[in-house]
């Protein structure tokens, strides 16, 4: 059965740092990785999707990187802004289900 | 392109009621799925339906229902509510595998 982490669970950084958040998973038999972000109460935005053949995706000042073999995937924010504050939750996708992670809460302070 | 849309945005329940939630996909997607979002238990995977067959179940009772519609719309049935069906309800369309979400049902049972 697969299983979704993120770490950490909460983040609260200075605007304009670069950060990380992690995610790893179980099984290594992927079909795509989804980046979302979540505010407080709504529903998920999805941010980058990695299908399992590649190794990143890039939009705007966030990267998304996916390495299937030791089943991480991580997503580099840039130059982050009190903007960003939300969760973000990652999830994977194989054989019609997917499965998410418990999320990272990002406060960015101004 | 309209995007997922979920009705009500919110609803008041008394217990043992049953309720009935909506989502009208992105045109063109034939895939819903069906999450419950709980502060405890964070994403759980309800069902998902695809060309009105349910594809994919979750591990909830069978006071969850759902049906698709021959024009893609979903609805899902919670039956004989109870106190812990409190949640977030989301719904999810895709295409191929990218998964885009409404904005959510809120569903307090007092």
């Known amino acids: 059965k697969q299983e979704v982490t993120q770490i950490p669970a909460a983040l609260s950084v200075p605007e304009g740092e670069n950060l990380v958040l992690n995610c790893s998973f179980t099984?290594?038999?992927?079909?795509?990785l989804q980046w979302f972000r979540q505010d407080p109460g709504k529903g998920l935005t999805s941010l980058l999707l990695?299908?399992?053949?590649?190794r990143e995706q890039t939009s705007g000042r966030l990267n998304a990187s996916l390495d299937k073999s030791s089943g991480r995937s991580t997503l580099y924010i840039a130059a982050s802004q009190p903007g960003d504050s939300a969760t973000y939750l990652c999830?994977?996708?194989?054989?019609?289900?997917?499965?998410f992670g418990a999320g990272t809460r990002l406060t960015v302070k101004p | 392109k309209a995007g997922v849309t979920q009705t009500p945005r919110y609803l008041i329940k008394t217990r043992g009621q049953q309720v009935t939630l909506s989502c009208s996909p992105i045109?063109?997607?034939?895939?819903v799925s069906w999450y419950q979002q709980t502060p405890g238990q964070g994403l759980q995977f309800l069902f998902e339906?695809?060309?009105?067959?349910?594809?994919n179940k979750g591990n909830f009772p069978g006071r969850f229902s759902g049906r698709q519609f021959s024009n893609s719309r979903s609805e899902m049935n919670v039956s004989t509510l109870e106190l812990g069906d409190s949640a977030l309800y989301l719904c999810?369309?895709?295409?191929?595998?990218?998964?885009?979400f409404g904005q959510g049902t809120r569903l307090t049972v007092v």
């Open positions: 999810a369309s895709s295409l191929h595998t990218e998964a885009f």
């Open positions: 099984d290594s038999a992927i079909y795509n």
């Open positions: 990695i299908q399992s053949s590649q």
């Open positions: 999830a994977v996708y194989n054989n019609n289900d997917m499965r």
């Open positions: 045109s063109g997607h034939r895939s």
């Open positions: 339906y695809f060309s009105e067959t349910q594809r």
